[in-house]
């Protein structure tokens, strides 16, 4: 899933620069519908007010309520943690169980940390958001 969600993003930040495109925020990953142990759907966007085309369309980030922890590097012990700290506090997500995977209304990690100046994934900060009932 790294590697598509690295070649997508070259794609974007490719586009944007061919458009003179800027993002009015950070790249973003929307994991859409997540099985560990099969196929996944996600996108791959960039905070931003331009006009899209047939490969590159506008979406919007669903209302609601999110969870957020901001991190660098360690991203499963990050993920583990947030997961942790939900249930502690009894807080649902906003998914469907289906045959395909769990299908996440709202699952983001925002890159706070823009990867066209720092390429060491390492060194990024990025928020997980995920969206709650």
């Known amino acids: ?3 598509e969600r690295d070649r997508l993003l070259a794609e974007l930040i490719d586009w944007m620069t061919d458009r003179g495109v800027q993002p009015a925020g950070s790249f973003y990953l929307r994991l859409h519908t997540v ?3 099969g196929e996944m759907e996600i996108e791959v966007g960039a905070f931003a007010t331009a006009p899209g085309d047939e490969r590159v ?3 919007a980030m669903p209302g609601g309520d999110y969870v957020v922890l901001r991190y660098i590097n360690h991203s499963m012990r990050a993920h583990r943690l947030l ?3 939900a249930e502690a506090q009894q807080i649902r997500f906003d998914i469907d169980e289906s045959d395909v ?3 996440w209304a709202g699952r983001f990690e925002i890159y706070v940390t823009d ?3 720092e ?3 390492t060194r990024w900060e990025t928020e997980l958001a995920l969206l709650t009932r």
């Open 1 to 3: 899933m790294l590697a």
């Open 35 to 37: 099985d560990m142990a």
């Open 57 to 59: 369309t506008q979406g």
């Open 83 to 85: 997961f942790e700290w």
């Open 101 to 103: 995977g769990t299908r």
């Open 115 to 117: 990867p066209r100046t």
């Open 119 to 121: 390429p060491r994934k």
